[in-house]
């Protein structure tokens, strides 16, 4: 999929320098997801659904590190 055109935005919950964190894009039905230290890195391609459930682990803190 070609990302070239995405429009990123960062979380709300950065810190700092705003380096420290993800980004993410809507786009063609699908979500958009790269490392904001490495923009011209890979990016993940999901669903609305999948990222939808992703959040809903994070808020839970089933994915702490």
């Known amino acids: 999929m070609d990302l070239s055109t995405a429009v990123w935005r ?15 894009a809507a786009v063609a039905g699908a979500v958009a997801i790269r490392d904001s230290k490495d923009p011209d890195g890979p990016a993940h391609v999901v669903s609305p659904a999948a ?15």
């Open 51 to 65: 990222f939808g459930a992703l959040l809903d682990r994070i808020k839970r803190g089933e994915l702490g590190g």
């Open 10 to 24: 960062k979380s709300s919950y950065s810190q700092g320098g705003g380096n420290n964190c993800v980004e993410v």
